[in-house]
T-cell receptor, first 114, second 114 residues
Framework: AQSVTQLDSQVPVFEEAPVELRCNYS??????LFWYVQYPNQGLQLLLK??????LVKGINGFEAEFNKSQTSFHLRKPSVHISDTAEYFC????????????FGTGTRLTIIP | EAQVTQNPRYLITVTGKKLTVTCSQN?????MSWYRQDPGLGLRQIYY???????DKGDVPEGYKVSRKEKRNFPLILESPSPNQTSLYFC?????????????FGQGTRLTVV
C-alpha cells in the first residue's frame, strides 16, 4: 500500500526567502504525485501534479516540484515566498495500477514572517 | 461551473443527534469520496463510491454511513455523533478513469460535536 511522509509539520520562512517543503512516498508500483494547498478557512486547491514525463513540474503561484524516483521524493519549492503563501500544504500519492486510492501526507504548515 | 458542493459549511451538534452532510457534484463523475482532516493526521479517507449503489470503506469508516442512490449525490451520515468525530470533512469527486490523476474537492464542512 502506498504512503506519504511529510517530515516537517511547520515551516517558518521570512518573506522573499526561498522555501522547500519535503515529501517522501512509499509504493511498490509507479505513482502519480500531487501537492495541494489549503489557505486559511478554505478548501483544497491543486497546486501541481506529476503524472509522467519531465520530472520537474511547475504549478500555480510560482511553485514547482521535482520527482526523484531513486529517492522516492517529491519536494515542493518556491524561490521567493510572499505573505499570501501562508497556508497548509499537503502532498498526496496515487498508484498507477488501477488503484483509486488517493493517500495524503499529514501536511506542512507554511508560515511567512514579514 | 464545475464544482463539488457540500452543505452545511459549519455545523455544531450534540452527542447522539443524527446528522447528514450533503455532497453534490455537477460533473457526472462516477467516483466520490469522503475524507476527514485532523491536525497532525492529514486527510484520511472515510468511504468512497465508484458508482451508483457501489460504496466501500476507506481507512476510518467507523461511526459513519454513506449512500449513493444518485450519481451526483453522496451524503455522509453520522447516526450517533460523538466528540471524536469533531473534524473538518471534505467530499471529493472524479471521473473513474482518471480519479488517480485528477480529483475535485468541496469547500469542506467543519463539524463540532459537543
Amino acid at each position: 500500500a502506498q504512503s506519504v511522509t511529510q517530515l516537517d509539520s511547520q515551516v517558518p520562512v521570512f518573506e522573499e526567502a526561498p522555501v522547500e517543503l519535503r515529501c517522501n512516498y512509499s509504493s511498490s508500483v509507479s505513482v502519480y504525485l500531487f501537492w495541494y494547498v489549503q489557505y486559511p478557512n478554505q478548501g483544497l486547491q491543486l497546486l501541481l501534479k506529476y503524472l509522467s514525463g519531465s520530472t520537474l513540474v511547475k504549478g500555480i503561484n510560482g511553485f514547482e516540484a521535482e520527482f526523484n524516483k531513486s529517492q522516492t521524493s517529491f519536494h515542493l519549492r518556491k524561490p521567493s515566498v510572499h505573505i499570501s503563501d501562508t497556508a497548509e500544504y499537503f502532498c498526496a500519492v496515487s498508484e498507477d495500477f488501477g488503484n483509486e486510492k488517493l493517500t495524503f501526507g499529514t501536511g506542512t504548515r507554511l508560515t511567512i514572517i514579514p | 461551473e464545475a464544482q463539488v458542493t457540500q452543505n452545511p459549511r459549519y455545523l455544531i451538534t450534540v452527542t447522539g443527534k443524527k446528522l447528514t452532510v450533503t455532497c453534490s457534484q455537477n460533473m457526472n463523475h462516477e467516483y466520490m469520496s469522503w475524507y476527514r482532516q485532523d491536525p497532525g493526521l492529514g486527510l484520511r479517507q472515510i468511504y468512497y463510491s465508484m458508482n451508483v449503489e457501489v460504496t466501500d470503506k476507506g481507512d476510518v469508516p467507523e461511526g459513519y454511513k454513506v449512500s449513493r442512490k444518485e450519481k451526483r449525490n453522496f451524503p455522509l451520515i453520522l447516526e450517533s455523533p460523538s466528540p471524536n468525530q469533531t473534524s473538518l470533512y471534505f467530499c471529493a469527486s472524479g471521473a473513474l478513469k482518471s480519479w488517480g490523476t485528477e480529483a475535485f474537492f468541496g469547500q469542506g464542512t467543519r463539524l463540532t460535536v459537543v
